[in-house]
Protein backbone atom coordinates (compact mmCIF):
# COMPACT_ATOMS: atom_id res chain seq x y z
CA UNK A 1 0.00 0.00 0.00
CA UNK A 2 1.48 3.61 -1.01
CA UNK A 3 -0.60 5.69 1.68
CA UNK A 4 1.31 3.28 4.71
CA UNK A 5 4.54 3.69 6.66
CA UNK A 6 6.13 0.33 7.75
CA UNK A 7 6.60 0.85 11.52
CA UNK A 8 7.32 -2.36 12.81
CA UNK A 9 8.48 -6.16 11.49
CA UNK A 10 8.12 -9.10 13.77
CA UNK A 11 7.92 -12.66 13.71
CA UNK A 12 4.58 -12.76 12.10
CA UNK A 13 3.56 -10.10 10.93
CA UNK A 14 4.53 -6.38 9.84
CA UNK A 15 2.73 -3.05 10.97
CA UNK A 16 2.40 -0.13 9.08
CA UNK A 17 0.84 3.07 10.16
CA UNK A 18 -1.43 4.47 7.58
CA UNK A 19 -1.03 8.17 6.42
CA UNK A 20 -3.84 8.79 3.88
CA UNK A 21 -7.13 7.88 3.27
CA UNK A 22 -10.75 6.91 5.22
CA UNK A 23 -8.23 4.87 8.18
CA UNK A 24 -5.49 8.00 7.90
CA UNK A 25 -3.94 7.45 11.67
CA UNK A 26 -4.89 3.96 11.78
CA UNK A 27 -2.30 0.78 11.85
CA UNK A 28 -2.74 -1.90 9.32
CA UNK A 29 -1.67 -5.12 10.55
CA UNK A 30 0.42 -7.34 7.32
CA UNK A 31 -0.02 -11.21 8.41
CA UNK A 32 2.79 -12.96 7.08
CA UNK A 33 3.98 -16.26 6.38
CA UNK A 34 6.77 -16.76 8.97
CA UNK A 35 6.39 -18.94 11.30
CA UNK A 36 8.27 -19.79 14.78
CA UNK A 37 9.45 -23.53 16.13
CA UNK A 38 12.96 -25.16 16.68
CA UNK A 39 14.96 -27.90 15.55
CA UNK A 40 15.15 -31.62 16.46
CA UNK A 41 18.09 -33.02 15.10
CA UNK A 42 18.25 -31.11 11.73
CA UNK A 43 14.30 -31.22 11.13
CA UNK A 44 12.16 -28.20 11.38
CA UNK A 45 9.41 -28.60 13.61
CA UNK A 46 6.76 -25.63 13.68
CA UNK A 47 5.56 -24.43 17.16
CA UNK A 48 3.51 -21.25 18.10
CA UNK A 49 5.28 -21.36 21.29
CA UNK A 50 8.65 -20.58 20.43
CA UNK A 51 10.16 -17.61 19.89
CA UNK A 52 12.48 -18.12 16.88
CA UNK A 53 11.66 -17.87 13.38
CA UNK A 54 12.64 -21.06 11.26
CA UNK A 55 10.75 -21.07 7.74
CA UNK A 56 7.66 -20.06 6.25
CA UNK A 57 4.57 -21.66 5.43
CA UNK A 58 2.59 -20.48 2.51
CA UNK A 59 -0.55 -19.23 2.81
CA UNK A 60 -0.19 -19.16 6.97
CA UNK A 61 -0.59 -15.52 6.84
CA UNK A 62 -4.11 -15.17 5.25
CA UNK A 63 -5.54 -18.00 7.90
CA UNK A 64 -4.04 -15.98 10.39
CA UNK A 65 -5.79 -12.90 9.50
CA UNK A 66 -9.23 -15.13 8.90
CA UNK A 67 -9.01 -16.78 12.20
CA UNK A 68 -8.23 -13.65 14.19
CA UNK A 69 -11.10 -11.92 12.90
CA UNK A 70 -13.15 -14.50 14.01
CA UNK A 71 -12.14 -14.04 17.42
CA UNK A 72 -11.99 -10.17 17.53
CA UNK A 73 -15.71 -10.06 15.67
CA UNK A 74 -16.54 -11.98 18.84
CA UNK A 75 -14.86 -10.30 21.66
CA UNK A 76 -16.61 -7.20 20.22
CA UNK A 77 -20.07 -9.07 20.04
CA UNK A 78 -19.41 -9.31 24.15
CA UNK A 79 -18.37 -6.11 24.37
CA UNK A 80 -14.85 -6.88 25.50
CA UNK A 81 -12.19 -3.88 24.62
CA UNK A 82 -9.82 -4.67 21.49
CA UNK A 83 -7.69 -2.43 19.16
CA UNK A 84 -9.70 -3.94 16.21
CA UNK A 85 -11.94 -2.07 13.55
CA UNK A 86 -11.76 -4.25 10.37
CA UNK A 87 -10.28 -6.76 8.17
CA UNK A 88 -9.68 -5.36 4.25
CA UNK A 89 -8.18 -8.13 2.57
CA UNK A 90 -6.52 -11.75 3.25
CA UNK A 91 -3.98 -10.94 5.57
CA UNK A 92 -4.64 -7.63 5.92
CA UNK A 93 -6.12 -5.81 9.16
CA UNK A 94 -7.05 -2.08 10.54
CA UNK A 95 -6.70 -1.61 14.04
CA UNK A 96 -6.43 1.06 16.10
CA UNK A 97 -3.36 3.08 17.08
CA UNK A 98 -2.28 1.53 20.84
CA UNK A 99 1.00 1.73 22.24
CA UNK A 100 2.37 -1.55 23.84
CA UNK A 101 2.84 -1.89 27.70
CA UNK A 102 6.27 -0.36 27.49
CA UNK A 103 9.13 1.59 29.69
CA UNK A 104 11.79 3.55 28.54
CA UNK A 105 15.01 3.27 30.57
CA UNK A 106 15.45 5.14 33.64
CA UNK A 107 19.06 6.18 32.71
CA UNK A 108 19.29 5.89 29.39
CA UNK A 109 23.26 7.37 28.91
CA UNK A 110 23.74 3.86 31.51
CA UNK A 111 25.73 0.92 29.41
CA UNK A 112 23.75 -1.91 29.49
CA UNK A 113 20.56 0.16 30.03
CA UNK A 114 17.43 -0.91 27.64
CA UNK A 115 13.68 -0.15 27.53
CA UNK A 116 11.17 -2.72 28.18
CA UNK A 117 9.97 -2.94 24.90
CA UNK A 118 6.55 -4.64 25.04
CA UNK A 119 4.72 -7.01 28.13
CA UNK A 120 3.39 -10.30 26.65
CA UNK A 121 0.81 -12.22 28.87
CA UNK A 122 0.54 -15.87 28.92
CA UNK A 123 -2.62 -17.49 30.21
CA UNK A 124 -2.71 -21.69 30.56
CA UNK A 125 -5.08 -24.10 30.85
CA UNK A 126 -2.68 -26.62 31.39
CA UNK A 127 1.01 -27.61 32.37
CA UNK A 128 2.99 -27.66 29.15
CA UNK A 129 5.67 -26.15 27.24
CA UNK A 130 8.10 -23.38 29.12
CA UNK A 131 5.95 -23.91 32.23
CA UNK A 132 6.58 -27.54 32.39
CA UNK A 133 10.33 -26.91 31.11
CA UNK A 134 10.56 -24.32 34.50
CA UNK A 135 8.57 -26.67 36.51
CA UNK A 136 9.63 -30.08 35.77
CA UNK A 137 8.00 -31.28 38.98
CA UNK A 138 4.49 -31.08 37.44
CA UNK A 139 2.42 -33.39 35.90
CA UNK A 140 2.61 -32.25 32.73
CA UNK A 141 -1.24 -31.49 31.58
CA UNK A 142 -2.05 -29.76 35.42
CA UNK A 143 -5.08 -28.44 35.67
CA UNK A 144 -3.35 -24.84 36.01
CA UNK A 145 -7.15 -22.97 35.45
CA UNK A 146 -6.20 -19.66 33.04
CA UNK A 147 -2.98 -19.20 35.00
CA UNK A 148 -1.28 -15.72 33.76
CA UNK A 149 2.27 -14.88 33.64
CA UNK A 150 4.01 -12.09 32.41
CA UNK A 151 7.18 -11.73 30.05
CA UNK A 152 8.99 -8.71 28.76
CA UNK A 153 9.52 -9.54 25.09
CA UNK A 154 12.67 -9.19 23.01
CA UNK A 155 15.43 -11.35 21.48
CA UNK A 156 14.39 -13.97 24.13
CA UNK A 157 11.60 -13.26 26.29
CA UNK A 158 11.95 -12.96 29.94
CA UNK A 159 9.31 -13.91 32.65
CA UNK A 160 8.59 -10.99 35.47
CA UNK A 161 6.57 -10.63 38.57
CA UNK A 162 3.56 -8.90 39.32
CA UNK A 163 5.47 -7.48 42.54
CA UNK A 164 8.80 -6.56 39.96
CA UNK A 165 6.64 -4.19 37.64
CA UNK A 166 4.84 -2.49 40.45
CA UNK A 167 8.27 -1.76 41.55
CA UNK A 168 9.30 -0.48 38.60
CA UNK A 169 6.61 1.85 37.86
CA UNK A 170 5.21 -0.14 34.62
CA UNK A 171 2.40 -0.68 35.68
CA UNK A 172 0.45 0.31 38.76
CA UNK A 173 -1.79 -2.20 40.83
CA UNK A 174 -4.75 -1.59 39.26
CA UNK A 175 -3.85 -2.00 35.76
CA UNK A 176 -2.05 -5.34 36.49
CA UNK A 177 -5.60 -6.26 37.72
CA UNK A 178 -7.05 -4.83 34.89
CA UNK A 179 -4.66 -6.43 32.39
CA UNK A 180 -4.96 -10.23 34.09
CA UNK A 181 -8.50 -9.70 34.23
CA UNK A 182 -8.40 -8.77 30.66
CA UNK A 183 -6.64 -11.73 29.72
CA UNK A 184 -8.26 -14.37 31.46
CA UNK A 185 -11.98 -13.12 30.38
CA UNK A 186 -10.92 -13.38 26.88
CA UNK A 187 -8.85 -16.98 27.65
CA UNK A 188 -12.08 -18.09 28.95
CA UNK A 189 -13.92 -16.84 25.59
CA UNK A 190 -11.28 -18.60 23.59
CA UNK A 191 -11.14 -21.99 25.55
CA UNK A 192 -14.88 -22.32 25.37
CA UNK A 193 -14.82 -21.84 21.74
CA UNK A 194 -12.25 -25.04 21.14
CA UNK A 195 -14.34 -27.02 23.87
CA UNK A 196 -17.26 -26.54 21.61
CA UNK A 197 -15.75 -28.02 18.54
CA UNK A 198 -14.20 -30.74 20.70
CA UNK A 199 -10.33 -29.75 21.46
CA UNK A 200 -8.79 -28.48 24.19
CA UNK A 201 -6.69 -25.23 24.39
CA UNK A 202 -3.83 -25.93 26.59
CA UNK A 203 -2.28 -22.30 26.27
CA UNK A 204 -1.60 -18.93 24.58
CA UNK A 205 -0.49 -15.52 24.30
CA UNK A 206 -1.65 -12.02 24.24
CA UNK A 207 -0.18 -8.61 24.12
CA UNK A 208 -2.00 -5.95 25.81
CA UNK A 209 -1.68 -1.75 24.80
CA UNK A 210 -3.14 1.04 25.46
CA UNK A 211 -5.39 2.93 22.50
CA UNK A 212 -3.72 6.44 22.09
CA UNK A 213 -6.95 7.83 21.61
CA UNK A 214 -9.66 8.72 24.50
CA UNK A 215 -8.60 8.05 28.33
CA UNK A 216 -5.58 5.29 27.03
CA UNK A 217 -7.62 2.37 27.72
CA UNK A 218 -5.94 -0.76 28.01
CA UNK A 219 -7.23 -3.49 25.42
CA UNK A 220 -5.84 -6.64 23.88
CA UNK A 221 -3.78 -5.87 20.95
CA UNK A 222 -1.70 -7.45 18.14
CA UNK A 223 -3.31 -11.05 17.26
CA UNK A 224 -5.49 -13.77 18.40
CA UNK A 225 -4.70 -16.65 15.99
CA UNK A 226 -2.77 -19.71 15.57
CA UNK A 227 0.44 -18.59 16.02
CA UNK A 228 -0.54 -17.54 19.97
CA UNK A 229 -2.61 -20.92 20.34
CA UNK A 230 -1.52 -24.34 21.51
CA UNK A 231 -4.34 -26.93 20.98
CA UNK A 232 -5.20 -30.52 21.77
CA UNK A 233 -7.75 -33.41 21.05
CA UNK A 234 -8.96 -36.37 22.91
CA UNK A 235 -8.05 -34.24 26.21
CA UNK A 236 -9.77 -36.32 29.07
CA UNK A 237 -10.48 -34.27 32.28
CA UNK A 238 -10.23 -36.19 35.78
CA UNK A 239 -12.09 -34.70 38.37
CA UNK A 240 -9.60 -31.90 39.24
CA UNK A 241 -9.59 -31.22 35.89
CA UNK A 242 -5.79 -32.66 34.93
CA UNK A 243 -5.44 -34.45 32.48
CA UNK A 244 -5.85 -38.60 32.44
CA UNK A 245 -4.09 -39.92 30.03
CA UNK A 246 -1.11 -37.31 30.23
CA UNK A 247 1.29 -40.29 30.32
CA UNK A 248 0.60 -41.42 27.38
CA UNK A 249 0.29 -38.39 25.41
CA UNK A 250 2.94 -36.42 26.84
CA UNK A 251 6.48 -36.74 25.49
CA UNK A 252 9.44 -35.89 27.36
CA UNK A 253 12.80 -35.21 27.08
CA UNK A 254 15.81 -34.55 28.93
CA UNK A 255 19.61 -34.07 27.83
CA UNK A 256 22.70 -31.62 28.45
CA UNK A 257 20.50 -30.33 31.07
CA UNK A 258 17.56 -28.89 28.45
CA UNK A 259 14.13 -30.36 29.20
CA UNK A 260 11.04 -30.45 26.31
CA UNK A 261 7.65 -31.66 26.34
CA UNK A 262 5.63 -32.70 23.40
CA UNK A 263 2.24 -34.12 23.34
CA UNK A 264 0.96 -36.92 20.54
CA UNK A 265 -2.33 -35.37 20.46
CA UNK A 266 -1.60 -31.33 20.13
CA UNK A 267 -3.41 -30.69 16.90
CA UNK A 268 -1.34 -28.91 13.86
CA UNK A 269 -2.84 -25.37 13.49
CA UNK A 270 -3.98 -26.51 9.84
CA UNK A 271 -6.15 -28.83 11.17
CA UNK A 272 -7.67 -26.81 14.24
CA UNK A 273 -7.92 -23.72 11.76
CA UNK A 274 -10.27 -26.00 8.99
CA UNK A 275 -12.48 -26.04 11.85
CA UNK A 276 -13.18 -22.45 12.32
CA UNK A 277 -12.66 -21.67 8.67
Known sequence: MADSLLVYSGKSKDVYRITDGAH???????????????????????????????????????????????????????????????????????????????????????????PLLNLEFTWRNSATG???????????????????????????????????????????????????DLVRQVAEIVSREFASKGLH?????FELGRLKGGDGQIVIIDEISPDVLRVCSGYTPAANGDCAVCETCAITRSADGERSIQHRRQVAASDFVSIFL
Not at 138 to 160: M, Y
Request: proline fraction near 7%; aromatic fraction near 8%.
Open 24 to 114: AGKYRLLFTDKATGYLDNGTVVFDPGRDEVVGEVPGKGAIACRFATHFFRLLKARQIPSHYIDTIGDNEMIVEPAAPLSLAPEIPSLPGAE
Open 201 to 205: ALDGK
Open 130 to 180: SFWRRYPFVKPCKNLDRVVEVWTKGKSDVLITTEALQATGALTRDELTHCV
